[in-house]
Structures are given as C-alpha cells and as structure tokens.
C-alpha cells in the first residue's frame, strides 16, 4: 500500500510555469506506475500524464504534450510534474495517484491509490 501526498500548487500568470510534486509514501513505491490527472470545475478528471514501471516509459495527454514533463525519483519517493506555457485551460486541481504495474494509468480505473490533489489557477 502507497499513500501520494501532492505539493506545489498555486497562482500563475498564462505563459508561466509551475511544478507539482508527490511524495509517495509506503515500501512498495517503485513497484508502482504512476500518473497524473487533473479536474476542472465542472468538469471530469481527466488524464495528463502517467510514468509507468518497469521502465519509466511516459505518456502525455495531447492537450499537454511538450508543455509538461513528468519524472520520477525512486529513491526520494517522489513524481514530479513540471509545467511550461501554463494556459488558462490548464486551471484544475491535480491529483497523484499510483496503480498496479501492467494497467495503462491513462484511466481512473487503472489506479489504486489517490492523493488529495493541489490546486493549480492559471490567471492574470
């Protein structure tokens, strides 16, 4: 069992940048994927970007392909997600979350274990 805590949120003007962390707790972190998701207000939470076991492989949502970048620290215990040219559209709260190695993590089913998320607010 893996508990994902979020950091890093807040205020940010459109074209900035911002970088959310996870720190995941529990002795079974690197036997997990990773991912993460985000919801805007009114909407449903949707994929962004998943970094899976064993390899590390990664993938994007397009609506954030080459803006943001995720990576993974194995011995810290921590995800990061580093975000470029923040738009408007980008406004959510993200969530970490873990899943089962062999899962896409493209799909809240596919996870097991959530964070409580972080706001991120893109705004002039």
């Known amino acids: 069992q893996v508990q994902p805590v979020e950091s890093g949120g807040g205020l940010v003007e459109p074209g900035g940048s911002l970088r959310l962390s996870c720190k995941v707790s529990?002795?079974?972190?690197?036997?997990?994927?990773m991912g993460w998701f985000r919801q805007a207000p009114g909407k449903e939470r949707e994929f962004v970007t998943a970094?899976?076991?064993?390899?590390?492989?990664?993938y994007y949502a397009d609506s954030v392909k080459g803006r943001f970048t995720v990576s993974r620290d194995n011995a810290k215990h921590t995800v990061d997600l580093q975000m470029y040219s923040l738009e408007p559209e980008d406004t959510a709260v993200y969530y970490c979350?873990?899943?089962?190695?062999?899962?896409?993590?493209?799909?809240?089913?596919?996870?097991?274990?959530w964070g409580k998320g972080t706001a991120v607010t893109v705004s002039s």
């Open positions: 529990g002795r079974a972190f690197s036997s997990y994927s």
């Open positions: 970094i899976r076991r064993p390899n590390s492989d990664t």
């Open positions: 979350a873990a899943g089962a190695v062999g899962r896409s993590c493209m799909f809240r089913q596919d996870m097991d274990y």
